[in-house]
Each structure stands twice: as C-alpha cells, then as structure tokens.
C-alpha cells in the first residue's frame, strides 16, 4: 500500500478500477438481486447521504493535512537555506585558514542538499546521506577546533551557526518523512468503495446515460491522486522546489 502512494499515477488508475468494479456491482448485481422498494428510497437516501458525506469530509480533512505538511516542508527548506547562508557569513570571523575552509565545506554542503531535494532516487538518497554526513562531520571539527584554541563569544557564535545548520537539515528530513498514516488512506478507499458501491445500487440512471454513473469514482480517484501527489515529496508533480537554496547557491557563487 505504501508503495502505490509514493507514485499518485498508479494510485489514481487503481482507484478508478476499483471503484468503476464496485459501481458496476452495484448497479448490475445488488440492484437485480434486491431492488429498492418505493417505500424504502427515502431511508436508503438518508444512508447514501451520510456516506458520501463522510467520504467528502475524510478526504478535505486528508487534503489539509497533506497541504500542512508541504507547507511545513517549503518553510524548513527556507530555514535551512537562511542557517547556511548566516553561517557562511558568519565564517569570516574566523581568523586564518580555518575559515575558508569552512566556506568551501558549506559550498560542498549546499550542493548535497540540493541533491537531496532534486532527486528521485531512492538509491541516490543512500549516497546523498553518506556524503553528507561526512561534511557535517568535517565542518563540526574545524570548528570545534577553533572554538578549543580561542575560546570567546566570537567562536561561540560560529559553533552556534554550524549546529543551526546541522539542526535544519534534521528538522527538513524529518518533514519529508512525516506523510498521511496508511490507515487514513485505507479508510478512505474503502468508505470510497463503499460509497460508489451505494451509488450504482441507488441510481435509477437509463442505459443511455450509464456514464454518468462513473462521474464520482472518477471524481473521488482524482481527489485521492491529489492529495498521494502532494503528500508524496519525490512521486509526484507537485514538490518542492528548492528556491532559496537554489538562490543562495547563485549568490555564493558570484
């Protein structure tokens, strides 16, 4: 199930499958085997209504919490750019070769975490964190080198900068992990199916217009890809876009 959420194109053709199955076994089935009555349509549609409105709220609940978490995502990206950025700065304090040194492991380290925010590799990512954990690595002990022999508030604003750093890119990697438990996306397809199954064995829809039937399995399917798409940082088409690492980038290598 976790796989086919990571990639909303498959989510989205699965879920038209299924609920097209289950509005086709509603209408063909259920309604031959055991017709609504005249007597029996108001109580049915009391039902029909309670389900899709359950179904409408569960998937604007589940679209707001994946829409606070891509948010939550763009602002660590923006944290993390502004603490790289201040402790590039912040590495002319530094007196002697130290602190060019510390300038080209943060460019080096910008690069990686450009990587990591481009990349679609989950093979890439393994890489990404080994490179990356080598420069923090590095970084922490040219600093902590130079806190050890002069020890004042100068240094102490350095050491503070380089662990914002470290710091952010803890923060923004717990964000890309954090998505939509797979138990809200099962009880929403199966309150979907459930749904599109009431509303083939509801419709009182003539031959001719049977499509019309397939309007809220499409619709729904659609609904679920959005919210797969945007609660998916590297399956989908909506990400997001490192701009401001992109732009601190730019500037440091003017």
């Not at 909303?8 to 259920?30: C, D, E, K, N, Q």
């Not at 707001?64 to 201040?86: C, F, H, P, W």
């Not at 217009?209 to 959005?226: C, N, Q, R």
């Amino acid at each position: 199930m976790e796989q086919v959420i990571r990639h909303p194109a498959v989510l989205f053709v699965l879920m038209l499958i299924l609920l097209a199955i289950a509005t086709a076994i509603g209408a063909l089935v259920l309604r031959q085997l055991r017709p609504i009555r005249s007597e029996g349509r108001d109580d049915f549609n009391i039902i029909q209504g309670a389900t899709l409105t359950l179904l409408a709220l569960l998937i604007g609940f589940t679209l707001s919490m994946a829409v606070g978490r891509y948010d939550q995502r763009k602002n660590l990206e923006e944290e993390e750019a502004n603490a790289i950025g201040t402790e590039y700065l912040r590495a002319d304090l530094i007196e002697g070769p130290e602190a060019d040194k510390v300038k080209a492991l943060l460019v080096r380290y910008l690069d990686q975490r450009l990587l990591y925010y481009r990349t679609r590799d989950r093979e890439q990512l393994g890489e990404i964190a080994t490179t990356t954990a080598q420069v923090q690595d590095e970084m922490w002990k040219v600093v902590r080198g130079v806190a050890r022999e002069k020890p004042n508030p100068i240094t102490a604003l350095v050491v503070a900068g380089m662990n914002d750093v470290i710091n952010s890119q803890g923060y923004a990697e717990a964000a890309w992990l954090n998505r939509i438990p797979v138990a809200a996306w099962c009880l929403m397809i199966i309150i979907a199916f459930f749904s599109t199954l009431m509303q083939g064995y509801g419709a009182r829809t003539e031959t001719s217009k049977a499509f019309l039937l397939f309007i809220l399995p499409v619709t729904v399917s659609l609904s679920l890809a959005l919210i797969a798409d945007i609660d998916s940082p590297r399956g989908g088409l909506i990400r997001v876009a490192p701009q401001n690492l992109m732009s601190l980038e730019a500037s440091l290598r003017r």
